[in-house]
């Protein structure tokens, strides 16, 4: 069962950066639809940026401009570069991950497997 795994995250004052990283073993990550989600305390889990099998990508209009979706693929690692971050941007952060090449949607049910997520806090 590929199982994603996500680290990077931590503690950072508004204006300041951080880097996810993704990595599943037995996944070839540029194959596929990959995507970065998050959920704060008492909110829904919200995606956040997408990218497909092609490298195109797509954002969340809240991170637009200020987060960057990557793939390493020979690493076979999934980055999201973080700049600019925000209080608001204060959340756990998962990697999810799909067998289909292109992304469908932002739909959570979309998505085939979940890492176990990395907290991201902004503070003021």
């Known amino acids: 069962q590929v199982q994603p795994v996500e680290s990077g995250g931590g503690s950072v004052q508004a204006g300041g950066s951080l880097r996810l990283s993704c990595a599943a073993s037995g996944y070839t990550h540029r194959n596929y639809c990959m995507a970065w989600f998050r959920q704060a305390p008492g909110k829904e889990r919200e995606g956040v940026a997408n990218?497909?099998?092609?490298?195109?990508?797509s954002y969340a209009d809240a991170v637009k401009g200020r987060f960057t979706i990557s793939k390493d693929n020979a690493m076979n690692i999934l980055y999201l570069q973080m700049n600019s971050l925000k209080p608001e941007d204060t959340a756990r952060y998962y990697c999810?991950?799909?067998?289909?090449?292109?992304?469908?949607?932002?739909?959570?049910?979309?998505?085939?497997?979940w890492g176990q997520g990395t907290q991201v806090t902004v503070s003021s």
């Open positions: 999810a991950l799909t067998f289909a090449r292109y992304c469908s949607g932002t739909s959570a049910a979309l998505y085939n497997a």
């Open positions: 990218i497909d099998g092609d490298g195109m990508t």
